[in-house]
């Protein structure tokens, strides 16, 4: 412990379970905190020097302190769209949504769209139909999407408008919607603070935030946010081309001006395969329950390569989302044939959902430094192990390849963690208890599913924390509890590394900094 001879702390955490990122364990100790840096971390008793009479000390007791939270995978436009508008969630039947939509759109400027959200057809006990719509709103768009974003009820201008259909939804069919959303850049500021506040409360300090295309509308507003200091979290940002090409000029551009500590551009993702669950994952075998049948979604992957392979020429960084074992073999093979075209770099590629990966291109991955971005809550989805669906639509015999983890670590593959937000909001609770103990909501089975499958506890915090870092080439500045690194620190109520499977998901974050500012602060 160096004497502190200059200033003392602005802040001291103390605590029984300091977990730094660089050991397995957590030890009792202190982590001082001086403007946005960490200057000192230590063990009991010897944080004294760093105290004087202005320090706030947080003294904690058995709160877990760890380095903030990188969520490595999200759509802040998602979660827009799932909260813009009218909160149509109690709600109980088409008819009383109709009324309120009526009432809410009346306080609106006349030619203003109209959204709502968060309706559930299994409480109204039917898909509402468009007609009503169309007779109450006949000169404006209305699209209210449900609480499983599976389905949006809307008008007919709305479908003309926006070039979706009610069943057929996606982020990315939505993308005209979403860039006109992202058009009044007063609200979308003020949602994206709203956004990262609710991201502070779960420990994040870094975000990965996945765009379309140009980013329109939301760039503004991220440049403004950083200029007068008022993003409370790293942002980390990449473009999904949807209705344009990859446009390597514009990446390159974002690469020069978009390279801060709070703003930086970190590359593009391209679509792969489908979802394996409803069968548009591509396969190496055909699907258990649809014989013959490999993906019902046909991939051209001439293009994704061609794509990637320019994007790669230029130095810029690419994920490849892929869930099926054939298109992660395609995926690591594009990586692969990058490196022998363009040349090898520190490229830091990575491939995100690897739902169902073959083991042999896990090693590859491994050898290729491609990283991996798993949604480590994705069991969740499931309500019961009875209820999943691995084994029904891929066979038992291969079931156990699904979100198989361990093999991963044991390749030698960095994982990071991200949550595909909204799909899940981030929960490094929730993921510990999916991703270790391997248990479904429900809790079952009994002793996990796959047990040997799951990460150790530490590799999970490891891989939301300095790994998410990595992967953004920050792991210098973040990532870890280290004498000059950003003071980007969560503190949870209870030891992760200990606290029983059964009650992880009841563990909450008290205090999180980003920066040295506190962001969250739940800890008297």
Known sequence: MESNNARYADMVLMSNAIFTGLDQEASPGFVAVLGDRIVAVGNPKEEEPWIGPQTKVYSLGDGFIMPGIHDNHVFFTGYMSMHRGLDLTNVKSEAEALKLLIAYAEKLPEDQNVYAYGWDSDAWGNLPKNEPLDQAFPDRAVVAINRSKSYCWMNSIAIKRFGFTPDQCSAEARAVMLREMLQDQELVKTEFQDFCSMLAKRGVTSIKDIGFDQYEGLLPVLEELAGESQLSARVHFVLEP??????????LHCKAEYNGDYLRFQGYKVMVDGVVADHTGDMLEPYADMPGVTNLRPVDYGAIEAAVMEADQYGLKCILTAEGDAAIREAVSIFEKCRHVNGVRDARHSISDLECPHPADLKRMAELGIFAEI?????????????????????????????????MLDAGVTVTCGTDLPLFITSVPDSLYAASARLFPDGSPEGGWYPDKGMPREEVLKAWT???????????????????????????????????????RNSKVILTLCGGRVTHDESH
């Open 242 to 251: 949807v209705q344009s090409p990859l446009n390597t000029d514009f990446g």
């Open 375 to 407: 949604y480590a809550q994705v069991l969740l989805l499931n309500p019961s192990h009875e209820e999943a669906y691995m084994a029904k639509v891929a066979g038992q015999d291969r079931e156990s390849r699904f979100y198989d983890y361990q093999s």
């Open 466 to 504: 300095v790994n998410g870092a990595k992967h953004c080439f920050m792991e210098e500045k973040t990532g870890t509890l280290e004498k000059g690194k950003y003071a980007d620190i969560c503190v949870f109520d209870r030891n992760l590394l200990h606290t029983p499977a059964a009650e992880l």
